[in-house]
């Protein structure tokens, strides 16, 4: 006999879970493998084609902005190493077009930052 956990269908559903699974090897083993092709593919025509504007902007809630305490106007930042000039256009790591106010990062794959912004990894362009 079945114990019934947390609700009168629990095992039914926990049962009928791993058949579909079963049932769906197959095709979820076909869906990885290509995904593994088209990931790498699609990641190719990124560098290829993607400009800064197109590139979603690194969202101040994001873990790693935050993680960052990156800013998107470099002088309301209050990190205590964070000096008046500093900013992602003259930053070693910024990277796209002198002059978009948004630009890809090198520490920020797949998102573009504030050219005015700042964040607590911010090296000098030499
Ligand atoms: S590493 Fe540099 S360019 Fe990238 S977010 Fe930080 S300050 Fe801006």
Redesign the pocket.
Known sequence: MAHRIGGPNLYGQLIKGVEVMSDNHLSRRRFLRNLAVAAPASGLMMVGSASAQELPK?ALTDPLAVG?Q?VED?TTSSAPNYKAG????N?????GNEGDAF?P????PGKS??AK???????AKP
């Open positions: 690194l960052l990156y470099a500093q900013e992602c256009d930053c070693l790591q910024i990277q630009r990062c090198a520490i920020v930052v504030s912004g700042w964040c607590s990894v911010w090296v």
